[in-house]
């Protein structure tokens, strides 16, 4: 036997006689595949309705969610929290803050990043997060040791040393 002509396929594969490439091309193309050579006769887009896999569906919107995403953007959040924590811990230690006043800065700069996060988003939250709350209160403390460590460090080098 010979192959279809194109060099390096080789003879046909067995079974693949009486096919229409042609057709499959177009299926494929127009987005639907064809069954799998071992899946039921029946099982269609309804067997895969039950099956979620990596995504999971929002059950108020019907949306569908990517889990590997939202992991990406909570691991993204929490970077962002630990550098609002330095930064916050760098301007308290160099301003002189002491006790409360230092915290308040902590806050201040966290919930001001977490703003300028939310413009970024163009206000859409619901779209990088499960709920809509998640980038003002999630991880909120993920920063507070960089803080506390940048705190006393600029504070010691600045004004004790």
């Known amino acids: 036997r010979f192959g279809s002509g194109v060099l390096g396929e080789g003879p046909p594969k067995p079974g693949s006689e009486g096919k229409d490439f042609a057709a499959v091309g177009r299926q494929r193309a127009a987005g639907a595949m064809p069954p799998k050579p071992g899946a039921k006769p029946g099982e269609g887009a309804a067997g895969k309705e039950g099956k979620k896999g990596k995504m999971q569906q929002k059950e108020e919107d019907g949306e569908f969610l990517f889990l590997p995403a939202l992991q990406h953007n909570g691991r993204t959040l929490a970077h962002a929290r630990v550098f609002s924590g330095v930064m916050a811990g760098c301007v308290a230690g160099l301003l002189k803050c002491e006790g409360l006043a230092g915290v308040f800065i902590f806050i201040l700069v966290t919930v001001l990043h977490s ?47």
Not at 124 to 152: A, C, E, K, Y
């Open 115 to 161: 703003a300028m996060i939310f413009a970024k988003m163009t206000f859409n939250v619901t779209r990088h997060f499960p709920r809509g709350r998640d980038v003002f209160l999630s991880q909120f403390s993920h920063g507070l040791m960089s803080f506390i460590l940048f705190w006393t460090l600029s504070f010691d080098m600045v004004h004790i040393f």
